[in-house]
């Protein structure tokens, strides 16, 4: 045999070695690579795209924060479907290279200093369904043309900026929009309601913390029933919660606090069963707290500065998932139910400020890895429970202005992870443990 024959072997495979090796790299489209470039050097070259250099990285697929996906032309080819750059410190405008990019369906620049009004230039991504501007120093009225983004937009976050003026009906000009936060900027007036409450697959909503002209809950949100997430606190609510919202069946999470609602809370609240986190915390509520709960995913209770009366339910126990409870500064009396001792999450509880009575449940600390305990400014009674510090994990205890008795629990000493314990103006007698 030979040698050309024994050779041509070896060559055929390293012949194919190399086609299979240029078809795992991606071959990236005419005219995205050289937007990526005109992209860096619209913010100014910054270090934090460093990697966004052909003489670095050849392959820009692999070029931070850049995400590709792979064409059905049969070529080949890949094109940028993705930019992912929140927290890398530019600052100035949006590069109008962005919508270079002809096939970008997610942009993420959250976290950043970009400035200056609205940046219409992204009206030019055409294929545009996720946008993220949040937390950055936007300013400026949205501008009625908004609606010129891409229709098929699912994601609209423009969250923690400057924004002032009011919000036109031009943010909800998108059908098949799934998120719409305008949270925490400087908005006035009024939010289009009526337009929003069109967006039926609304997922969640956000718009709170703006100096909005005060107003009732829009009862025309009780139609967005796929709502997840619900965030209004801060707003100049007034009025009753709605009754209506009862459709809103799907909802994980509800804030309402810092806001002049009258009324009680709708035992609707108490009921949804994937409700995770209730917050009403300074919203101005009164009226008593439900006996029957069937809200049993509740992950999270803050409803503390209101104006809530009579005792705490026995369901509160039923609450497995419980891990944070506060209902601080109200007019609770009677005992705390000794079923909260048994709940197996609780890390945060705080019923301060109120005018509760009897003793603490005896499990307290017993069967949750529980952090921060505090009952102070009450008239509770009795020893303190002896399993307090079972876990070893608490970190607070706080009980000053009460009626409690007795000698302190021994157990009390083996808490390494106590910083906080006040209990002054009380009778307890006998020796501090050690």
């Known amino acids: 045999m030979s040698t050309t024959t024994c050779f041509l072997p070896v060559l055929i495979a390293g012949v194919l070695l190399l086609l299979l090796a240029h078809g795992c790299s991606s071959r990236l489209a005419t005219g995205d690579r050289e937007a990526l470039v005109a992209i860096r050097k619209g913010w100014g070259n910054p270090r934090s795209l460093a990697t966004w250099d052909p003489a670095v990285a050849a392959d820009p697929c692999s070029w931070y924060g850049v995400t590709c996906s792979d064409t059905s032309n049969g070529e080949g080819e890949s094109v940028v479907t993705g930019l992912s750059l929140g927290s890398m410190s530019f600052s100035g405008t949006v590069p109008a290279a962005v919508c270079d990019l002809k096939n970008l369906t997610q942009l993420d620049i959250s976290f950043n200093n970009l400035s200056g009004v609205f940046p219409a230039v992204l009206y030019g991504c055409s294929q545009l369904r996720y946008l993220d501007l ?23 976050d423009l969250s923690s900026n400057n924004f002032d003026g009011t919000i036109p009906a031009a943010v909800a000009a998108f059908p098949v929009l799934k998120h719409l936060l305008l949270n925490n900027n400087r908005f006035t007036g009024t939010y289009p309601a009526v337009e929003i409450s069109k967006l039926t697959g609304l997922e969640s909503l956000g718009l709170a913390y703006n100096a909005f002209a005060p107003g009732p ?79 049993v995913n509740l992950v999270e209770i803050h409803m503390s500065s209101n104006q809530l009366k009579g005792e705490m339910p026995d369901d509160f126990g039923k609450l497995n998932k419980l891990t944070f409870l506060s209902i601080s500064n109200n007019q609770l009396t009677g005992a705390i139910p000794i079923s909260i001792g048994l709940l197996p999450k609780l890390i ?48 607070q ?20 992870q106590l910083k906080t314990l006040l209990l002054y103006n009380n009778s307890f007698s006998g020796e501090f443990p050690v």
């Open 348 to 395: 945060y509880i705080d019923l301060s400020n109120n005018n509760l009575s009897g003793e603490l449940p005896p499990e307290l600390g017993m069967h949750s890895p529980i952090l921060h305990i505090d009952v102070s400014n009450n008239s509770l009674s009795g020893p303190l429970p002896r399993m307090l510090c079972a876990n070893g994990l608490l970190s």
């Open 217 to 295: 809950m829009p009862q025309a949100f009780a139609k967005l029933t796929k709502l997840t997430s619900l965030w209004m606190p801060n707003m100049n609510l007034t009025g009753e919660i709605p009754e209506a919202f009862s459709s809103l069946t799907e909802l994980t999470d509800i804030d309402l606090s810092f806001n002049e609602l009258t009324g009680t809370i709708p035992a609707w609240v108490w009921q949804h069963k994937k409700l995770k986190s209730l917050q009403m915390y300074r919203s101005g509520l009164n009226g008593k707290l439900p006996r029957n709960i069937t809200a």
């Open 134 to 156: 949040s937390h950055n120093s936007f300013d400026g009225a949205l501008p009625d043309d908004i609606s010129r983004l891409p229709s098929m937009l699912e994601h609209l």
């Open 397 to 416: 205890l706080v009980a000053f202005h009460n009626n409690f008795s007795g000698t302190l629990p021994m157990n009390l000493g083996d808490c390494v």
